[in-house]
């Protein structure tokens, strides 16, 4: 199947050249940026901090580079919040909408540069008033509202670094983010509306909070209005707080190379990592992404990104660079088929977006809903379309192209992680002719190369991806083990970033991406990694022996497939095993499907053949299996699959 896919994109041959219309106002056409850039790439990048950040000291050196480790902009000052805000209210644009905010239930905000400006202020105090200070961590785990946004820069106004917690996380998860960054805030909501209904998040946080000794306070946003247990001393409603609050807050200068956020995301191994991003190199990543991927012009356009700000899509695309190219963009509360499966559509017509940004898995979920959905809305306003988080397939992005992008949209494939901060590797709207399935080149700035399994340069066919020089968006660290990012990232190939990824090259010099190739799976564009899955089954007190593996599924991507083995004599049923993963991780980890098994194949010493596994689950013909302490294990883990697929 792999292999048929990668046969498949090498024959796809349809190409996309921008419109003469589109390029007529584009602010890149041809390769000129491509071109300064390959000059000298520190220079290049310079120049778009001189220009699209806002400094209140000037930096002595562009880059320092002590491989692995980068500092941009060294010695530079500025305020990321300042950047966001203050800058478009002191240019006479308080009054543009930062935010059209739509919530699940159909209750709207619409929020200006001036009104965001001074909730951040007001909020910045509250956070000082509880003690919170340059330095310190501070934890998010809110929904789609904007109180996250109001959050994230308050904390970057007054120098503290937050860490957001995707909502759908399990108590257990937000307890081991919130302990591995000691973090002494926590921002929470009492609940937030998912599907028609409100989704508890304060009594998730205070599970979580049983064990999280850092913790001083917390900021509880009224959202849900479910009921909620208020911990007297501990526990504050965020308007109570914000009523006392005083209103003014300049902002202060950070150093260029100030923690800003961290981020957690799966490896293939141990518990998530603490991405680290900084503040002058991040920003101007961003600013430079948002601006020329999109081809925002911020005075006529509208700029919707559908990913939630629990991801780093929500970071750098939803809070950071758009507020600081001062677009106006929406935010949306809830799921897309809530009351109906037009609700994305029918929130593009009314607010006009003219820039839409989805993922993937989203997109095949729409062709399954139909073209009907989207054909009941006016979409004419849409003018650039942008897919982030897996490879798109050269059907969804056809079928994007046509029934959404209406055939005069360029798509924008954005290839990143959450460890480049940014997009780096994407066509440029009025610049790259597209071929579905591609996301085309390595940005102006960015430097990727695939390589063979012994490091060397591949110009032509398949290999890993890596990133050949610092770029100013990168990951800084992973909090706390400087060893573990010097071993992830920069080990496999010396001198070069491996981002985990296989890459394919065609005649053309286009690159395709593959997909992972280490033990962590891509469901709906979220990195899960397999040995977290199998921990967590693992800690069921039925459970023996777990191994999971992420096998292709046509809608998410991958799905999560489980064979479990359990301890002698003991019982469990395959819901009560999903639910366990869901407590542990989050509903987003729950597996497809998981298979009961005597017995896991393993290699004679003791490995397990993960391979197989995902043969069986995909349904494979076996290969080689003459490794196998014990061959009959397969045969009969293929009886299964094949049963449970005619079930
Ligand atoms: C992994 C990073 C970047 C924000 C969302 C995910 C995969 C991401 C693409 C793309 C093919 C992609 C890669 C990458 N990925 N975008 N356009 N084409 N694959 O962030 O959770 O850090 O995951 O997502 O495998 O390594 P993340």
């Not at 491509?34 to 930096?59: G, K, T």
């Not at 397990?608 to 009969?636: F, H, K, P």
Request: hydrophobic share 35%.
């Amino acid at each position: 199947m792999a292999d048929e896919t990668i046969e498949a994109l090498l024959l796809e041959q349809r190409k996309f050249p921008p419109s003469e219309a589109f390029k007529s106002r584009a602010h890149v056409v041809g390769t000129h940026l491509y071109d300064e850039a390959a000059q000298d790439y520190e220079a290049f990048w310079a120049r778009q901090a001189d220009e699209l950040v806002s400094w209140s000291r000037p930096w002595g050196t562009v880059c320092e580079w002590n491989l692995p480790f980068s500092k941009w902009f060294v010695g530079g000052q500025l305020n990321v919040a300042y950047n966001c805000l203050d800058r478009h209210v002191e240019a006479g644009r308080g009054g543009k909408v930062a935010i059209h905010w739509e919530g699940e239930p159909g209750d709207t905000r619409t929020i200006t540069y001036a009104e965001l400006l001074a909730e951040v202020e007001r909020f910045s105090n509250a956070l000082k008033d509880l003690g919170v200070g340059r330095g310190d961590r501070v934890n998010i785990y809110l929904p789609m509202i904007p109180e996250a946004v109001v959050a994230m820069l308050s904390c970057a106004r007054i120098g503290a670094a937050h860490s957001v917690v995707f909502g759908g996380f399990s108590s257990q998860a937000l307890a081991d983010r919130i302990n591995d960054a000691s973090a002494k805030v926590l921002i929470t909501a009492d609940g937030g509306w998912r599907r028609g209904e409100v989704f508890p998040l304060k009594p998730q946080a205070d599970e979580a909070l049983a064990s999280t000794p850092s913790i001083e306070h917390v900021v509880v946003v009224k959202r849900g209005g479910n009921t909620v247990d208020m911990k007297s001393g501990r526990d504050h409603w965020y308007h109570d707080l914000m009523a006392n609050a005083s209103a003014k807050c300049p902002a202060e200068p950070m150093d260029s190379e100030q923690l800003l956020f961290l981020l957690y995301t799966s490896g293939t191994t141990g518990k998530p990592k603490g991405i680290m991003h900084t503040t002058g190199g991040y920003l101007t990543h961003v600013t430079y992404t948002h601006k020329y991927v999109f081809d925002l012009h911020a005075d006529t356009d509208v700029y919707w990104c559908t990913a939630d700000v629990g991801w780093v899509t929500g970071h750098s695309y939803i809070v950071y660079g758009p507020l600081s190219n001062g677009a106006t963009q929406v935010i949306y509360e809830g799921v897309p088929n809530h009351p109906g499966n037009d609700r994305l559509w029918s929130i593009v017509e009314k607010y006009k977006v003219t820039i839409f940004y989805t993922a993937p898995t989203a997109i095949r979920t729409f062709m399954k809903w139909g073209t009907q959905e989207p054909a009941k809305h006016d979409l004419s306003s849409l003018r650039v379309i942008g897919s982030v988080g897996e490879p798109i397939n050269p059907e969804a992005w056809m079928w994007y192209h046509e029934h959404i992008g209406r055939g005069n949209c360029p798509i924008v494939d954005t290839w990143w992680q959450t460890e480049t901060g940014g997009i780096m590797i994407s066509p440029l709207p009025g610049a790259t002719t597209t071929k579905p399935g591609s996301a085309t080149f390595p940005l102006p700035g960015v430097g990727a190369e695939v390589v063979d399994e012994n490091g060397k340069v591949v110009t032509k066919g398949g290999g890993y991806l890596t990133l050949t020089h610092p770029w100013p968006g990168m990951l800084r660290g992973i909090w706390g083990d400087p060893e573990r990012y010097k071993e992830t990232y920069w080990s496999r190939f010396p001198g070069r970033y491996f981002a985990g990824d296989g890459a394919k090259l065609d005649d053309d010099g286009y690159l395709w991406l593959l997909g992972r190739v280490d033990d962590v799976m891509n469901v709906s564009g979220h990195r899960i990694s397999t040995t977290e899955v199998e921990s967590a089954l693992v800690s069921h007190p039925s459970v023996a022996e777990a191994a999971v593996v992420g096998a292709n599924d046509a809608t998410t991507g991958q799905a999560i497939i489980a064979y479990v083995t359990l301890r002698g004599g003991a019982q469990v049923n395959e819901s009560d095993l999903r639910n366990h993963v869901a407590k542990e991780i989050g509903a987003i980890a729950k597996p497809k499907t998981i298979y009961f098994t005597p017995d896991l194949p393993k290699t004679r010493s003791g490995k397990i053949m993960r391979r197989l596994l995902r043969d069986v689950a995909e349904g494979r013909n076996l290969g080689d299996t003459t490794t196998l302490a014990d061959a009959s294990v397969v045969t009969e883990l293929q009886q299964r699959a094949a049963q449970s697929s005619e079930d």
